[in-house]
Structure formats: structure tokens, C-alpha cells
């Protein structure tokens, strides 16, 4: 349809060139039907980039009422028509002349794709065309006069309304390719603006260019242009830019302009004859050199510089050269290295240091030219003075820090401490050679803020080390989480074996034998009812010799004491079935989660089991079990002979255990150990 649409618009159009009078087709006759064609093509492109939008439709619409506004204008001015074809050519061109600005407030709330998303938009369109309906009333009644001043009413009545919809639907922009869609119309807007403005600036001074309407007109090409442009994959974001430098470059000619508006016509009078070129070139001359001083600047201000510093900067620069480095990930040394070779430049100075803190106080860090390592210990009283201190001279330097002028006789010398919320990170020390120039207070102002980024840099930096030793740790302890889960694995195999083996070599092996006595039994119990009353009482003692041996190997799984009365009591048990005499200290300790006591009380077992191993003759042994510090505690001593750990010695598998069990709850173990003085082995798991 829109297609279609935009058929019918060119054909009326060319039929309109066609029917108008010679004497009527003038420039802005042609530039009219040029502005017809413009948009139908839109209408045409839009149609085929984008065949589901509305878009299409509006141009096709607009490029209609424009081809029959040149009909009817062509009609109504053709000396051979009848009245009936006059009559018809002026109720033409009234009704479509009054619907255009309907039309254009209509494109403007369907941007970017012709859609009227919100109700509230839908009827501000409404509302727009039955306004210029009731226009286009007013204009027929007033046949054959066309005054013009309802449209001019319509035309600026819609202005608000379609600029405060413009600008809510670019806020409620969501990607890229719609925000660019909506500015190309707006970059079209201010060009053609901009054009406009100038002509009729230069029109009001010069009295060119002529007619000025013509001007206007032939500007609102750029709109469909735009529309087209905004519908086209290949051009739709590569507007951004391009709207900067348009918005820009308009401003400038905007102020040119209305400067010499303002001294020529209010301050002086019209000008005239060769008056008026004499003034367009002056107009011209002065837009050149507005937009020639951007790229002009930066060399003047070079010049400048050396001219009055000499082959130095001024102390700004240091800052924002330091600014741009710190975007540029360089290691640290390198990035003070060059701070203090940039301060030397641009400072004029003799030396340029940079101190920063460490373990024993501040530490001389770089230094142009290089003066080697050096320290100064800081208490804690300095380091609040000189944190909490400005950029400070001499004198200030000989009372806190004296060692940084040892020697020096009235140096030429500012320090600028170097913090971040309130924390002293270390300072800057620039010096001018002797009877050189005392520093300004812009050299002041300068050290003061390169003090602050610095201290931010080295904020950062410590930052970044803490999070990378945070980040080791982390690594750590999760490859310790992984071998400690095979460890676990292999142990749980391990076990599991074992106790297979021990049902089948003990359990298993007395309960075949209970069978094979038992069928013996009643083999017998007839012929020898003696023998087998007899092998009855011995198989009653063999069953409870299988049934004690059941509980030992259950005892060894999970002890069934521990389970029904808790940690002192299993551990007073498993202490008597000890190597070593064993003491146990519980007393308080209530009830726990089933893992969190399997896993003391076993750790508490491997440790004695060690101890009865290593521990030597005579020693004995004692077991505490205590809750502090949000944790559950537990320690194994021995008096034995204990060991050297600095030696070396390689902790065994069972320490391996212990810790694999108390780690699996965030928990750790610690041996403490030295020849003669016995072994002590303590652990916690924290609570809650």
C-alpha cells in the first residue's frame, strides 16, 4: 500500500508539473515537486528495507497530500480551466495544505519505525488530525482566499507536542540501533536548521540568498533522506558522531550570526551597496577562523608554553600526563619511575623522589637522578603527622623528618605526603638546586593533587596484591580440597576392604564353624544325646565369642557408645582399651552433630594410637575435650619422647586423617612436638 501510495504521489505530482501554468512553474514549483518526489521515494526505500513498519505508510501519506496540494494549486491557477476545475483545484489544495502539519506531527510520535506505542501518543494523532480537519474547513469556507495563518497555527501548535515526544521516545531508547534511528531525523533537523538560520541571517545582512522561502523549503529534504538513511542497515549507527560535529559546527555559525546580528543591526544600521559584500566576506572570514581555533589551539598553547616556561611545562601537565599513564596498566615501578622523570621536566628541579611505605618506614622508592636505596623509620606519632600534613617545606621536614635533609643547609625542598583516607602510603620529595626558584603555590596546588592520584594508584595496588594473595589462598586451599577428597576416597576404599577382610577371616569364619558344629550336633543327638549336649555348650561358648567379635569390628565402624551417650563417654572407653595409661578431660561437653564428634572422636583415637606407637616406655597420655571461641576443641598430649619438626620428619598417614576429617568442617590440626617434652596434637571445628 504504501508503495502504491508512493506511485500515486509521483504521478500526481508529474501531472501537476504538467497542468501548471508556464508562467507558473517557476523554481519553487520545481523545488516543490522535487520535495514531493523526495519523499515518495523514502516511502518507496522505507517500504522495501522495512515491509512490517507503519513508517512507509506515514511518508507515502505525507508525499500524497503534497503532490495534491500542487495539483490543486496547478487547477485553481490555470487560466483555461473552468470554474468547476478552479473550484476543485482550491478544495485540493485547502484540505491537503491543512492536513500536513497532522501528517508531520503523526511522523514525529511514530518514530523510529511509525508505531504509536502508548495511548497517550495515539491520541495527541487523533486530536492533530481533527484539528487540521476542522483547518481544512475553514479553508474551504474561505474559498477562493487561502490565508494561510490557520496552518501557521496548526504548524507551531504541533511543535511542542511533537518535540515532547520526540524526546520521551529517545529516553525510552533501549538499543543501539533505535537510538540511532531517532537521531538521524534530529540530525536532519539541525542541519536543516542550521542552513535556515544562516540564510536568513545572511538574507537580513547581504540580502541574499533570495527568495528565503525557497531556502527553507528546499532544507526539508533532508528529512526524508534521513528516514532513509535510519532504515538502511549499512548507515542506521553511524550517526553519532556525525550528529556531534552537526550540533556543534551549528552552534558556531548560530553564534556568529547572531553576533552580527546584534552589532551590526542593533548597535550600527542596515548595511548597503558594496557595504553588503565587504560584510559577507567579513561573516564568512569570521566562521573560518571559529573553526579553524579548535585544531589551531593545541599548537598555540605548545607555543605558548615554551615561549613562557621555556623548554619545560607548567606543573599541570605532570598531572595529566601521570592520569594518562594510570590507564595504561603500567607496572608500578615503571609508572613512579616516570612520574618522577615527568616532575623533573616540568618542575625544573634538581632531584625528584618518590618514597613509598614499607615494613621499616618509608622506603625511597625511585629517585631521578637514581640515589640508591634508602630508608627513614616512621613511629607511629609521625606517621599521623605526616599523614594528616599538606605539602610542606623545610622547616616542617627538620622537625618530623630530619633525616631526609640530613646535611642540607636551607634546601629549596617541598614533601608532599602521599595518603588515602587517612592512611600514609608514602610521599613525593621534589628539590631545586641551591638559589634556584622558591616554589609557587600553583607548584603547591600541583604536588597536592599528583599526591592524591598517587596515592590512589598505590591504594590500588594494594589492593590488587591483596586480592591476589586472597585469590593464591583460595587456590590453595582448593587443591587441597581436591587431594583431600581422593584422600578421603581412597580411605573410605581402603576401609571398606578392610572390613571385608576382617568379616571374612574372623566373623565369617567362627559362623561357618557354628553351622558345620551345629549339623555335627544333630547328627550325633540321637545315637549320642551325651556328646551332643556336649557340643551344645560349646557352641554356646563359640557364639558368644562371634558375637563379641562382631561388636569389637562395629566398635571400630562407629562405636555405639558414642552414638547413644556421647564424646566423654566413648573417649573415657576408647582410653581404657589405650596402649598408653590415659586420662580423659570432658567434663561440660554436651551433644554435637553425629559427624562433627565421629570426627573428634576419631582423630582423638589416631592421635593415641600414635602415641602408644612412638610415645616410648613410662609415658602416658591425656585427652581434653573443650567448647571455646565458637569452636569445639580437642587436644591429645603425651609425655613421651617426642620429636624435632624443624628436622623435617615427614607427619604420617594418620596425621594425613586427622586433618582431612577436621578440614572437611572448616576445622584444622596443629602437632606441636621437641625431643624429651612429648607430643601434643590439637584441633577445632567451629560451630554454628
Avoid at 602510603?425 to 641551591?434: A, D, N, P, Q, Y
Wanted: aromatic share 4%; charged share 20%; hydrophobic share 50%.
Amino acid at each position: 500500500i504504501a508503495v502504491l501510495g508512493a506511485l500515486v504521489a509521483l504521478a500526481v505530482a508529474v501531472l501537476a508539473a504538467v497542468l501548471a501554468d508556464r508562467v507558473e512553474l517557476g523554481p519553487g514549483r520545481v523545488l516543490s515537486v522535487v520535495l514531493v518526489g523526495s519523499w515518495a521515494l523514502a516511502a518507496v526505500f522505507v517500504s522495501v528495507h522495512r515491509p512490517r513498519e507503519n513508517l512507509a505508510a506515514i511518508n507515502a501519506l505525507g508525499a500524497l497530500l503534497g503532490s495534491l496540494v500542487l495539483l490543486g494549486a496547478a487547477l485553481a491557477g490555470r487560466n483555461s480551466s473552468s470554474a468547476g476545475l478552479h473550484d476543485l483545484g482550491g478544495v485540493l489544495r485547502a484540505i491537503s495544505v491543512a492536513l500536513l502539519p497532522g501528517v508531520a506531527l503523526h511522523l514525529v510520535l511514530g518514530l523510529p519505525d511509525g508505531e504509536l506505542r502508548t495511548r497517550t501518543r495515539k491520541s495527541w494523532t487523533i486530536a492533530g488530525y481533527v484539528a487540521c480537519l476542522a483547518g481544512a474547513g475553514y479553508l474551504v469556507s474561505r474559498q477562493p482566499a487561502l490565508p494561510m495563518w490557520p496552518v501557521v497555527v496548526l504548524s507551531v501548535a504541533a511543535v511542542p507536542v511533537g518535540l515532547v515526544g520526540f524526546v520521551g521516545r529517545c529516553r525510552a531508547a533501549r538499543t543501539v540501533q533505535e537510538r540511532a534511528r531517532l537521531q538521524w531525523p534530529a540530525w536532519a533537523a539541525v542541519v536543516a536548521a542550521g542552513i535556515s538560520g544562516s540564510a536568513w541571517v545572511l538574507h537580513e545582512l547581504v540580502s541574499w540568498p533570495e527568495p528565503i522561502r525557497a531556502v527553507a523549503l528546499a532544507t526539508t529534504v533532508l528529512i526524508p533522506l534521513s528516514l532513509v538513511l535510519g532504515a538502511w542497515e549499512r548507515t542506521v549507527v553511524r550517526v553519532d558522531r556525525l550528529l556531534v560535529h552537526t550540533i556543534t559546527l551549528a552552534g558556531l555559525a548560530a553564534m556568529v550570526g547572531a553576533c552580527y546580528l546584534l552589532i551590526v543591526l542593533g548597535l550600527g544600521h542596515a548595511p548597503s551597496g558594496n557595504e553588503k559584500t565587504l560584510l559577507g566576506l567579513s561573516m564568512l572570514a569570521a566562521l573560518v577562523a571559529a573553526l579553524l581555533w579548535v585544531p589551531a589551539r593545541e599548537r598555540l598553547a605548545d607555543l605558548a608554553t615554551r615561549r613562557v616556561y621555556g623548554e619545560r611545562h607548567p606543573p599541570e601537565e605532570v598531572l595529566r600526563t601521570f592520569g594518562t599513564r594510570l590507564t595504561r596498566a603500567l607496572p608500578l615501578d615503571e609508572l613512579l619511575l616516570q612520574l618522577a622523570e615527568s616532575l623533573k621536566a616540568t618542575m625544573d628541579l634538581e632531584v625528584a623522589e618518590v618514597w613509598t611505605r614499607g615494613p621499616g618506614g618509608l622506603e625511597r622508592a625511585v629517585s631521578v637522578p637514581d640515589r640508591g636505596p634508602k630508608a627513614i623509620p616512621v613511629g607511629a606519632e609521625e606517621e599521623t603527622v605526616v599523614a594528616r600534613a599538606g605539602v610542606c617545606g623545610p622547616a616542617w621536614v627538620q622537625v618530623w623528618l630530619p633525616a631526609l635533609i640530613a646535611g642540607q643547609v636551607d634546601p629549596i625542598l617541598r614533601v608532599a605526603p602521599v595518603t588515602n583516607s587517612g592512611e600514609l602510603l608514602g610521599m613525593i620529595v621534589v628539590r631545586r638546586s641551591e638559589g634556584g626558584v622558591a616554589f609557587s603555590e600553583a607548584d603547591d596546588q600541583a604536588l597536592t593533587e599528583l599526591a592524591r592520584q598517587v596515592g590512589l594508584a598505590l591504594h590500588n595496588v594494594k589492593l590488587d596484591s591483596a586480592l591476589q594473595e586472597s585469590l593464591e589462598s583460595v587456590r590453595r586451599q582448593a587443591d587441597e580440597l581436591r587431594a583431600s577428597r581422593a584422600r578421603i576416597v581412597e580411605a573410605t576404599d581402603t576401609e571398606r576392604r578392610r572390613i571385608e577382610r576382617d568379616l571374612h577371616d574372623g566373623a565369617q569364619q567362627h559362623l561357618v564353624a557354628l553351622a558345620v558344629s551345629v549339623r555335627l550336633a544333630r547328627t550325633i543327638a540321637d545315637t549320642d544325646p551325651d556328646a551332643a549336649k556336649g557340643m551344645l555348650d560349646q557352641l554356646g561358648l563359640d557364639l558368644q565369642e562371634a558375637v563379641q567379635e562382631l561388636r569389637n569390628l562395629a566398635h571400630g565402624i562407629y562405636p555405639p557408645l558414642l552414638m547413644d551417650r556421647g564424646l566423654p563417654d566413648a573417649l573415657r572407653a576408647a582410653a581404657g582399651r589405650a596402649a598408653l595409661p590415659t586420662s580423659v578431660a570432658a567434663d561440660g561437653i554436651g551433644r554435637y552433630p553425629a559427624p562433627v564428634e565421629a570426627a573428634v572422636y576419631f582423630c582423638c583415637l589416631e592421635a593415641l594410637q600414635n602415641a602408644g606407637k612412638h610415645a616410648g616406655d613410662g609415658a602416658s597420655a591425656t585427652v581434653t575435650v573443650r567448647e571455646g571461641e565458637g569452636a569445639l576443641q580437642f587436644e591429645v598430649a603425651d609425655t613421651g619422647a617426642g620429636f624435632d619438626l624443624a628436622s623435617g620428619v615427614q607427619l604420617g598417614h594418620g596425621f594425613v586423617n586427622m586433618s582431612d576429617r577436621v578440614g572437611a568442617f572448616g576445622g584444622s590440626v596443629n602437632v606441636d612436638s621437641a625431643p624429651g617434652a612429648g607430643t601434643r596434637i590439637a584441633g577445632r571445628i567451629p560451630l554454628g
